[in-house]
């Protein structure tokens, strides 16, 4: 059995396993998507005065996969499998099927051998249907991004219509860098693929922010390790710590001096998006 292969039938193992209940109370989303994008913006941090390289395209040198930290997330951990693909013959109305059928707003564009080629979109379609509709022909000294579109919305398969080359990510790559990537390109769904390019399941952004925002009991357990390590035993004693979707509520009794270095350290934890300061001298 090639890589290819063993990750398909991996990740679709992991896909038969039962999904991680979810809280009752979901995270507002305004609070998510601050506490994602500070975790993007870390990644990012990561990996300042270095260039991402898409996964290898079909013909071209395989790339080889970096050796991530022990114990980090990785693509393959979270990507869906199977990933819905189609070939780059398709007819656009059965293009529009597929992503109805699918309920996603982009599907990668493979070849004979599963090489991913490119990524077809419902705005692509969109795009074609606009341009149809209007009749409208750019003038021969019209602007080249509308002569662009306009060449591609005539265009009758997958192949003329989609973006060319698509924007994919290894499964070896950590969490951290897809969640970069997904957010450097404006992307919902990256395909990953192997070192040779061919398809082997789709990440979705959902997922990756699921990974990258710890749970309110991942706080909870370290705002009382910085408790513990910043406060005299008899303060830390009288401290209650509570957490809901990333607002951390601390309550109990404390001097002043203590509480406001308290509510700094606690502050700085990653993934906490308020403190409620309820100490009482």
């Not at 597929?98 to 795009?127: F, I, K, M, T, Y």
């Not at 357990?221 to 004693?237: F, L, N, S, V």
């Not at 401290?239 to 002043?256: C, K």
Request: proline letters at 8%.
């Amino acid at each position: 059995m090639n890589e290819h292969e063993n990750l398909t039938s991996d990740a679709e193992a992991r896909r038969d396993l039962p999904s991680r209940p979810r809280g009752s109370g979901q995270p507002p989303r305004q609070d998510t998507l601050v506490r994602y994008l500070g975790a993007v913006a870390t990644a990012a941090a990561a990996h300042a005065g270095t260039q991402w390289t898409p996964a290898a395209p079909a013909g071209r040198t395989p790339r080889s996969e970096p050796t991530p930290e022990p114990g980090l997330p990785l693509v393959r951990d979270v990507m869906d499998v199977p990933a819905a693909s189609l070939r780059d013959e398709l007819p656009y109305r059965d293009i529009a099927r597929l992503l109805a059928r699918e309920q996603v707003g982009a599907v990668p564009v493979v070849d004979a051998e599963d090489h991913v080629v490119g990524v077809v979109s419902e705005n692509d379609l969109l795009a074609k249907v606009a341009f149809e509709a209007s009749g409208h022909r750019p003038g021969p000294i019209g602007r080249l991004r509308e002569r662009r579109l306009h060449g591609k919305a005539r265009g009758e398969t997958a192949a003329d219509l989609m973006t060319s080359p698509a924007i994919t990510v290894l499964p070896g790559a950590t969490v951290a860098e897809a969640a970069w990537l997904a957010a450097l390109s404006r992307l919902k769904r990256i395909p990953v693929t192997d070192r040779e390019g061919r398809l082997v399941g789709v990440v979705r952004r959902e997922a990756l922010l699921q990974v990258l925002i710890r749970d309110d009991a991942g706080i909870r357990a370290e705002a009382e390790a910085r408790i513990a390590a910043c406060c005299p035993p008899g303060d830390r004693d009288s401290v209650e710590v509570a957490v809901h979707d990333g607002v951390v509520e601390l309550t109990g009794r404390m001097s002043p001096a203590t509480a406001a270095r308290l509510v700094a350290e606690v502050d700085g934890i990653a993934d906490v998006v308020e403190v409620k300061n309820l100490l009482t001298a």
